[in-house]
T-cell receptor, first 113, second 117 residues
Framework: SQKIEQNSEALNIQEGKTATLTCNYTNYSPAYLQWYRQDPGRGPVFLLLIRENEKEKRKERLKVTFDTTLKQSLFHITASQPADSATYLCALLWDSSASKIIFGSGTRLSIRP | GAGVSQSPRYKVAKRGQDVALRCDPISGHVSLFWYQQALGQGPEFLTYFQNEAQLDKSGLPSDRFFAERPEGSVSTLKIQRTQQEDSAVYLC???????????????FGSGTRLTVV
């Protein structure tokens, strides 16, 4: 079955630096890969989607890459701020019919002032 | 409302009790999903509806779990004879059928935290 692995340890970054989070998967590549942010006591919030034929996607201070050869996605937050502190989840979808998505276990990110 | 609404926010149940968790999706959203999230873990898929049809229930852990969406809008997740291992946050999400094509993503509610004592 498909396995998704994210940085198991929490990531602590100095404010202003770039935070880089990793999402690795096994078996066959998904058609779509999403990144979500989750704050304590809240549901995940959608950030970005990248398709398998796209290498990179940007949105403001966020950048996502998708390497189907390495079976890996990287999620970057540039000029990080304490308000970026949260858990970040990657999620994989294998078809365009908006059926179920499979989540990784998440990486907790802390940005210290 | 503008978002996905779940109720109750917190539920404490005695072992063996039945519970019902409610989800009000965004109006017009065709697809509705239920996920279970244990502490420190990512959400795990339970079941998926397209309108009133339950198209995938492969993630339901046992026949004690039952979900319905009779009119294609509000959905209820029912857990019978609750056990301690059912303690988790239950998340509901909705999306348009065409959601992925417009980079829309899934919209999640804040979840119901179920504690079985």
């Amino acid at each position: 079955s498909q396995k998704i692995e994210q940085n198991s340890e929490a990531l602590n970054i100095q404010e202003g630096k770039t935070a880089t989070l990793t999402c690795n998967y096994t078996n066959y590549s998904p058609a779509y890969l999403q990144w979500y942010r989750q704050d304590p006591g809240r549901g995940p919030v959608f950030l970005l989607l990248i398709r398998e034929n796209e290498k990179e996607k940007r949105k403001e201070r966020l950048k996502v890459t998708f390497d189907t050869t390495l079976k890996q996605s990287l999620f970057h937050i540039t000029a990080s701020q304490p308000a970026d502190s949260a858990t970040y989840l990657c999620a994989l979808l294998w078809d365009s019919s908006a059926s179920k998505i499979i989540f990784g276990s998440g990486t907790r990110l802390s940005i210290r002032p | 409302g503008a978002g996905v609404s779940q109720s109750p926010r917190y539920k404490v149940a005695k072992r063996g009790q039945d519970v019902a968790l409610r989800c009000d999706p965004i109006s017009g959203h065709v697809s509705l999903f239920w996920y279970q999230q244990a502490l420190g873990q990512g959400p795990e898929f339970l079941t998926y509806f397209q309108n009133e049809a339950q198209l995938d229930k492969s993630g339901l852990p046992s026949d004690r779990f039952f979900a319905e969406r009779p009119e294609g809008s509000v959905s209820t997740l029912k857990i019978q004879r609750t056990q301690q291992e059912d303690s988790a946050v239950y998340l509901c999400a909705s999306t348009t059928k065409q959601g992925l094509r417009i980079n829309y993503g899934y919209t999640f509610g804040s979840g119901t935290r179920l504690t079985v004592v």
